[in-house]
């Protein structure tokens, strides 16, 4: 064993619920070694989710995807009996979880609260943000590192403070529609989308205590740690991440170890972090890399796929999640859900 803390989940801290990630951990750790395909009964009727109430959701927690509690259920829910399209991928039930990517944001400007409200339009259920500290330690949602590709603003983000951020014009790079739409603050955004859809929270810097300030946020906005997911580049932010909550299901953004490497000690550290899923860029992603992952217990997300035709590919290799700029295109063609205006 490499930890022996089980996660204190918010409805029972207590001793039965630290055995049961024990014997999940001690699973998932099994299955790393022995290659043996899980035999919960999750598994063995091919559900591979937490479902309350069914297979594995009564006893212990499935191994695959068990980052997602809730997750795929409510988003698979909310899409029931889709009609196969053309490109639809051969099992509409399984397809992918789809990531709305900064919000809408080939039509909207990124990480604004207009790109999330475009994005819940359109029917997506999940979306991803992008998080770094101001200078006075807030964090907000902003992709580069600089602040001249997306505002008219110059020089580094973390060079400034909220107040002056506020007044900087966040939207007219992308079209004078969106002149005045300012960056949010995280708490914004979780109380914009609050209720509308899950958030998946990337990461981006790895100083300054931004773990505390990303779950003070979540506290403060009254968001439940098992509706959200964090995803970050930086190893030693999932790590901590999972230390200081771990309910809090965690995504490590990975290149894939090259053909020909032994992938089985970056595997092992992926568990050690207690990581439940791995993001790869999807032109990376090998059939071996995703096996692998799922041999191990991990959910395995592609990033960012626009294209009709290469996301009925990655959903028919098995992926769990499909991170795209285009949801309302995602949804028509893997989920079958026509969204006016679409163009493949």
Known sequence: MLR???????????????????????????????????ECSCCRHGLHREVPGAGCGDSYTCP?????????????????APQVLPLT?????????IIA???ASAEAPENTLAAYALAIEQGAL???????????????????????????????????SLAHLKELDAGSWKNAAYAGETIPTLVEFLLAVKGKLRPVIEIKGKDREIESQVI??????????????????????VEKIARLDPALPTTWLVTPPEAGEDAGPF?????EARVSALGVSHDKLTPSFLRRAHESGLSL?????????????????????????????????????????VQP
């Not at 630290?18 to 899980?38: G, W």
């Not at 595997?267 to 568990?271: D, N, S, T």
């Not at 960012?304 to 959903?315: C, E, G, K």
Request: aromatic letters at 6%.
């Open 4 to 38: 022996t803390t089980g996660p204190v989940l918010r409805s029972a801290a207590n001793s039965t619920v630290q055995a049961r990630d024990e014997k999940r951990y001690e699973h998932r750790q099994e299955n790393l070694v022995t290659r043996r395909p899980c």
């Open 101 to 103: 990517h900064r919000g």
């Open 64 to 80: 695959m995807l068990r980052s997602h509690t809730g997750l795929l259920l409510i988003a698979l829910a909310s899409c029931a």
């Open 301 to 341: 997300f592609v990033w960012t796929v626009n294209d009709a035709q290469r996301m009925v590919q990655l959903a028919n290799m098995g992926v769990d999640g499909v991170i795209t700029d285009r949801p309302a295109l995602a949804l028509e063609v893997l989920r079958g859900q026509a969204t006016a205006g």
């Open 89 to 97: 991928a051969a099992s509409p039930a399984a397809a992918p979880l």
């Open 267 to 271: 595997f092992r550290r992926a568990l």
């Open 126 to 160: 999940l979306a991803e943000c992008d998080i770094y500290l101001t200078a006075d330690g807030v964090p907000v949602l902003f992709h580069d590192s600089d602040l001249e590709r997306t505002t008219n603003g110059r020089g580094p983000i973390i060079n400034f």
């Open 216 to 237: 003070r946020a979540l506290r403060q906005a009254q968001f439940p740690s098992e509706d959200v997911m964090i995803f970050s580049f930086h190893y030693q932010v």
